[in-house]
DNA sequence: GTAGGGTTAG
């Protein structure tokens, strides 16, 4: 007599106790295995499900021989039903195989079984984890055909979709639609936004989850944290730390992570320290985020040194480690330390080095004046193709060391593989300003006019009792426009007659006309420390964030400014930070 | 049995 198949296993069999037993251990589960087939429950497809379940699961799910065992047990069972393919589906999409769970899932529509919630919510995460926008808006028609776009478990996994391949537009439409968000709901849509670099839009859904009355948990407060990283927003990142302290939340990993970033990356890198110091446990993750905030403070001995420790406590550093410590280098000026350490990425851990690696040594050896080195390795490292990326960092270096000729050359190169990016032409423009070659500026001035480039439009912020204020060059929208511009202007005529003088190269390749008319006089990052210098008591520190980089002119007019005020000025620009101090710079104009 | 979180270059 053939036992019939039966959806469920039997809760208090002894047969199910020993498949939980067994755990996600294949061996255990093998010999279960074996005595499923003895008491002649071989047919039963519920004991059988849970059994390939488990073995999807286990620890030792990724090798080849379980994966044979799991293809002949899966063969084994007889005629497969929607609960089965959830199953495979579910298990491949949460163990890191959503090419396999979208497989299983293509062979379920195939032998035309009908899916379910279940089946969505997991064949949407498998798309969402591959960026696979297509696969997932046919998935997502079906979501709607079969009736299961009113599911809030649905719905999340579709937001989460939505938001990781980029269409933030549909993303935010379907969250819209959720009728009882739940804490998950809100998490994906603040995570969405916060991982496609729109930050401000992220604080924004968690302002609207506060007046919703939803509480955060940790994973909120995650997300929160990197936007808060991103945008520089100090005091925001102070009161999630102070929310998480008194609601007793855990300072689990991923959280503290969260936190050293926030305080590295809003400049307060002791407090970045201190919360590494109180970790319970630290991955690599955590000390990567540490190294990376030595690196972006300058402090590349520093950083060398916790990579050096992260070692010793026995964690391999990955290729993101590299990318931070290679970096920590660059700005530090440690170009032998480097060099070592980039070898050692192929040598000792068996990493290619990718992009990013390639970036950060030709800017080290660009930066410490290594022009030609810099080169050669660029031929030898892309074997002659360089990406847009590298040749920028190239284009960088040149700059610096005004190499006019060589600038030409890359920019030329670089141009032709890019030709719709407008910060390639600003920072030609800049080479060819510093050369003199006021013609040549006017032409590459034309030239971006006629193909309606826009060159990236720079802000400065500041925060002064805990809101934010936002300057952009020429500024006059702030209500205090005329007492900053008056203070401004003896500002610059103090800091003259402490031996400033402009460094007006800078101010030509303003491209707009109503920039050139403001020229350098009032750039956003010195409008900010002006309404900063006016609004704060002689003690506290001004910290000022920048989306662009400083000017040379700026850089030269705030090292005078902290030595007239006798103030420290803390400023992130677009990739660095400076502590400016008794009229020097950390960077040591090195930047 | 279902959904969400941290680190990277110029």
Known sequence: MIRRATAHPCPHSPTYEA????????RPLQQVHARIVVAGHHRTRSFLTKLLTLILCSSSSASCSTAAYARTLFLSIPEPDTFLFNSLITAAAKYGRPADAIVHYRRMSAACLEPSNYTFTSVVKACADLSASQTGR????????????????????????????????????LFDRIPNRTVVAWNAMIAGYEQNGLAEEAVAIFQLMQVAGKEPDSATLVSLLSACSQLG????????????????????????????????????????????????????????????????????HQAIKLFQQMKSSGLSPNDVTFVAVLSACAHAGLVSEGQEIFA??????????????????????????????????????????PGPEVLTAMLGACKMHKNFSLGVEVAEHLLAIEPGNPAHYVLLSNIFALAGRMDRVEKIRNVMIHRHLKKQIGYSLIEINQAAHVF??????????????????????KIKEAGYVPETSAALHELEEEEREFALRFHSEKLAVAFGLMNTSKNSLIRIVKNLRMCNDCHLAFNFISLVSG??????????????????????NYW
């Not at 498949?19 to 294949?26: C, D, E, F, S, W």
């Not at 998935?139 to 579709?158: E, K, W, Y």
């Not at 103030?567 to 040591?588: A, P, T, W, Y």
């Open 19 to 26: 498949l939980l037993r067994a755990g996600r251990r294949v």
């Open 138 to 173: 046919v998935v997502h028609s079906r979501v709607i055909s079969n009736g299961f776009d009113s599911d809030v478990f649905v719905q999340t996994a579709l937001v989460v979709f939505y938001g990781k391949t980029g269409d933030l537009h549909h993303a935010r439409k």
């Open 233 to 300: 927003a100090l005091s925001l990142g102070q009161w999630v730390n102070d929310y998480l302290v008194n609601k007793g939340l855990e300072l689990n990993v991923v959280l503290g992570t969260a936190l050293i970033n926030m305080y590295a990356r809003c400049g307060h890198l002791e407090k970045a320290r201190k919360i590494f110091n109180g970790l319970q446990e630290r991955n690599v993750v955590a000390w990567t985020a540490m190294i990376s905030g030595y690196g972006m403070h300058g402090h590349g």
């Open 344 to 385: 050692s990425m192929r040598q000792d851990y068996g990493l290619v080095p990718r992009v990013e690696h390639q970036v950060c040594v030709v800017d080290m050896l660009g930066r410490a004046g290594l022009l030609d080195e810099a080169m050669l390795f660029i031929r030898e490292e892309t074997r002659g193709l």
């Open 472 to 493: 952009r060059m020429g500024d006059t929208s702030h209500q205090q426009t005329m007492e900053i511009y008056k203070y401004l202007e003896e500002l610059i005529n």
């Open 567 to 588: 103030r420290e000025i803390i400023v992130r620009d677009k990739h660095r930070f400076h502590h400016f101090k008794q009229g020097l710079c950390s960077c040591q």
